[in-house]
């Protein structure tokens, strides 16, 4: 993707969450498009801090970096029925 390009997508996706108060939803990787949009909401953040966009990343445990300090923190770590199922039949 182009600079001007990546600019004008980062540019739209804020704007258009924050006309209409939606959730972004990611893959939590930082690599690709969730990349850039991780970048346009930290500059987001930086110029504007009293606006707010929610921002959700959905990423598999072994992805989180530092993921087993989550572990440490909270004492264990819980999976809901679907995670297990998930696993039980993968793709």
Same mark, same amino acid.
């Given at each position: 993707?182009?600079?001007?390009? +990546?600019?004008?997508?980062?540019?739209?996706?804020? !704007?258009?969450?924050?006309?209409?108060?939606?959730?972004?939803?990611?893959?939590?990787?930082?690599?690709?498009?969730? !990349?850039?949009?991780?970048?346009?909401? !930290?500059?987001?953040?930086?110029? !504007?801090?009293?606006?707010?966009?929610?921002?959700?990343?959905?990423?598999?445990?072994?992805?989180?970096?530092?993921?087993?300090?989550?572990? +440490?923190?909270?004492?264990?770590?819980?999976?809901?029925?679907?995670?297990?199922?998930?696993? +039980?039949?993968?793709?």
């Amino acid at each position: 993707m182009s600079d001007r390009l +990546e600019e004008k997508f980062c540019n739209a996706i804020i !704007h258009v969450t924050q006309q209409s108060s939606a959730w972004l939803l990611t893959n939590g990787l930082d690599v690709g498009i969730s !990349h850039v949009v991780g970048q346009a909401l !930290h500059k987001v953040r930086l110029t !504007h801090p009293g606006k707010d966009i929610i921002a959700i990343a959905i990423a598999k445990y072994g992805c989180i970096m530092n993921y087993s300090r989550l572990k +440490e923190l909270t004492g264990q770590v819980k999976t809901s029925d679907a995670q297990d199922r998930l696993q +039980e039949y993968p793709n």
